[in-house]
């Protein structure tokens, strides 16, 4: 299982970036899917998660701004970020847990400048 983060950079506050994950080695139509993001000596926290079917589930803090999202005949997986704030200034990590483990992607970093 591969997956392979991209789309962060460097926005100004209140703006907005789309991430993608594409996934390859795996049955992706069928699998859960997550966005993670970890700060500095801060421990990882799930952002987003949705189903193989669709539907999501949002942390509280990006609940109303964040949107994931996923297309699973391109099996990519996306997470649209609007109203972006200083505080989402973090490396964001895609996730999947297939055949008994935890797979992550590489992580992108996300800059948001006030």
């Known amino acids: 299982v591969q997956l392979q983060a991209s789309g962060g950079g460097l926005v100004q506050a209140g703006g907005s970036l789309r991430l993608s994950c594409a996934a390859s080695g795996m049955n992706f139509g069928i699998a859960a899917m997550e966005w993670y993001r970890q700060a500095p000596g801060k421990e990882r926290e799930l952002v987003a998660t949705i189903a193989s079917g669709g539907s999501a589930n949002y942390a509280d803090s990006v609940k109303g701004r964040f949107t994931i999202s996923r297309d699973n005949g391109r099996r990519r997986l996306y997470l649209q970020m609007n109203s972006l704030n200083t505080e989402d200034t973090v490396v964001y990590y895609c996730?999947?847990?297939?055949?008994?483990?935890?797979?992550w992607g590489q992580g992108t970093q996300v800059t948001v400048s006030s």
């Open positions: 996730k999947t847990h297939v055949w008994s483990r935890d797979f």
